[in-house]
Antibody
């Protein structure tokens, strides 16, 4: 079955760090652009960042709101990608989805930044 | 403020046809494919239409998409109660980023 499964969400204090994981199955993630998208409670979708496919050397792009704080990486041996989130702010509270652009979304993992 | 503009709400009665619009610019819709996602309450977005008008396997032909210039639209015919959901248009720019509409909440009266 083709799917994406995120994990690693939870409650973290402002200024803290968290690392999200996204495990791909049923396809080779390195062949695809993979994005992170988030959705704050009751709000719409917000693009967070991208890691391009292997052909494009896994180059990354980030939204202005997270640039310098968030880092996307991959581990091809685990068919997975990661979102390292540092210096977290309360406004980063959201469900985080990984996306095989544009076809497939994971179920999401909730990140709550609160003291 | 979303990059792509959608009406915040839409409604219809069972059996009716409803259209949801998505407006952008030459740098997003005008030069890229438009995709549509359906988000049922409490669930992740699901691909409904890709590359302007293509339907993934399993999506009923009641759902259709179109694009003209810097605008796109999603049409739902034969409206059903299970179509009540949030609908998002999206453009995934191959060189830079993804942009979304603000979402349209569809109510089946």
């Amino acid at each position: 079955e083709v799917q994406l499964v995120e994990s690693g969400g939870g409650l973290v204090q402002p200024g803290g760090s968290l690392r999200l994981s996204c495990a791909a199955s049923g396809f080779t993630s390195s062949d695809h652009h993979m994005d992170w998208v988030r959705q704050a409670p009751g709000k719409g979708l917000e693009w967070v960042g991208r890691t391009r496919d292997k052909v494009n050397s896994y180059t990354t792009e980030y939204a202005a709101s997270v640039k310098g704080r968030f880092t996307i990486s991959r581990d091809d041996s685990k068919n997975s990608l990661y979102l390292q989130m540092n210096s977290l702010k309360t406004e980063d509270t959201a469900v985080y989805y990984c996306v095989m652009v544009p076809l497939l979304w994971g179920q999401g993992t909730l990140v709550t930044v609160s003291s | 403020q979303s990059v792509l503009t959608q009406p915040p709400s839409a409604s219809g009665t069972p059996g009716q046809r409803v259209t949801i619009s998505c407006s952008g610019s030459s740098s997003n819709i005008g030069s890229n494919y438009v995709h549509w996602y359906q988000q049922l309450p409490g669930t992740a977005p699901k691909l409904l239409i890709y590359r302007n008008h293509q339907r993934p396997s399993g999506v009923p032909d009641r759902f259709s998409g179109s694009k003209s210039g810097t605008s796109a639209s999603l049409a739902i015919s034969g409206l059903r109660s299970e179509d009540e959901a949030d609908y998002y248009c999206a453009v995934w720019d191959d060189t830079l980023s993804g942009v979304f509409g603000g979402g349209t909440k569809l109510t089946v009266l």
